[in-house]
């Protein structure tokens, strides 16, 4: 009987991901199954961070982001990941330091997809599947710099904690860091979240400019030059706009 209810629940998690943003009901005449069998499947998908409520329908269910970074390797057949992975090894090449690929998981966090690591003994390291707020990281405000006004309020009002004594923890501070960051194209992180860990980030954007994903060039403290910063930031910026252009196909 809970194998039966393993293999269910995956069945319910592919038939999201195909057909995501997807209602109960929708399941329900998929699979043939109690509506009351499939809301609490999805619900215990959902504690367990496989789906989530869509945000504009809350009636409609999808996967997170996290079910991207099970493995890496899913990801090979996905726009992003080929489209990405070229670039980030340019840039990689270009400073020297590590790469990162993030995706936003709606307003609840980061999650690192990919990474390509540099040759420096000491340097900075995110695993696979790992999570980030993103008021409070470079990935972060580079994605919320370009989502909607709504968005950002609805972060604010869900609270700014505060990691460091640099973490953005005020809404005008925060607001005023996202102008900033549409301006220049590109977001910085100096030890707002992790201790001794840098970051400059821009956000991979889809033909709508809707954040599809961050990447960065991540460093310990020791390299962080505030002089290379603008350097970094065309480079990172220019990274991402190319990953944006080959996921269309420009």
Request: charged content about 25%; aromatic content about 4%; glycine content about 6%.
């Amino acid at each position: 009987m809970e194998m039966k209810s393993v293999t269910r629940s995956l069945r319910i998690l592919e038939a999201v991901a195909q057909h995501q943003p997807v209602t109960v009901g929708e399941l329900t005449k998929i699979f043939g199954l109690p509506k009351s069998t499939v809301q609490r499947t999805l619900v215990s998908l959902a504690e367990a961070g496989w789906l989530r409520a869509n945000r504009k329908d809350t009636t409609r269910w999808e996967i997170g982001a996290r079910v991207l970074a099970v493995r890496p390797a899913a990801l090979q057949g996905s726009s992003l990941f080929a489209a990405a992975r070229e670039p980030m090894v340019r840039l990689r090449d270009a400073v020297n330091e590590t790469i990162h690929l993030s995706v936003p998981d709606a307003l609840q966090c980061m999650v690192v997809v990919d990474r390509v690591d540099c040759d420096h003994p000491v340097r900075t390291f995110h695993t696979i599947g790992d999570t980030s707020p993103l008021h409070a990281t470079a990935v972060g405000r580079a994605a919320l710099a370009h989502l909607p006004r709504r968005d950002v309020e609805d972060l604010i009002e869900a609270g700014l904690e505060r990691f460091s004594d640099t973490t953005p923890g005020d809404p005008d501070e925060l607001r005023a860091e996202l102008d900033r960051i549409r301006t220049d194209g590109y977001a910085v992180n100096r030890n707002q979240f992790r201790p001794g860990v840098c970051a400059v980030a821009a956000a991979v954007l889809d033909e709508d400019g809707t954040p599809l994903a961050a990447v960065a060039v991540s460093m310990p403290e020791a390299r962080y030059d505030e002089e290379q910063v603008p350097k970094w930031g065309r480079l990172v910026a220019d990274t991402a706009a190319e990953i944006s252009q080959r996921r269309l196909g420009a």
